[in-house]
């Protein structure tokens, strides 16, 4: 059973920081990318950043410059630096995963961490 754990959201004020982690636990997959997407209020959800195996890395321009995107892949973890944090970064931010497991691929969502950005 694969299960995704995040952790790292919080309420950060305007400027500030926060360091996003989600760690695939259980076993018998390999990983072949992880990301982060968002959900404000009454907004559809949308990427944040993705990281490949290989590390290849995409961000939403939004964020760009702003945030970085890491992995760990001994760890089956990914981070997600987040700094100079605006007000319309406040969502919730889902961990997602697309697995290999037996060669075929999975698609997996975390619970979900809400950010809070105070002005």
């Known amino acids: 059973q694969v299960q995704l754990v995040e952790s790292g959201g919080g309420l950060v004020q305007a400027g500030g920081s926060l360091r996003l982690s989600c760690t695939a636990s259980g076993s018998g997959f390999d990983i072949n990318a992880m990301g982060w997407y968002r959900q404000a209020p009454g907004k559809q959800r949308e990427l944040v950043a993705t990281?490949?195996?290989?590390?290849?890395?995409n961000y939403a321009d939004s964020v760009k410059g702003r945030f970085t995107i890491t992995s760990d892949n001994a760890k089956k973890t990914v981070y997600l630096q987040m700094t100079s944090l605006k007000s319309e970064d406040a969502a919730v931010y889902y961990c997602?995963?697309?697995?290999?497991?037996?060669?075929?691929?999975?698609?997996?969502w975390g619970q979900g961490t809400q950010v809070t950005v105070s002005s």
């Open positions: 990281i490949s195996r290989r590390a290849n890395t």
């Open positions: 997602h995963a697309n697995l290999d497991i037996r060669w075929q691929e999975y698609y997996y």
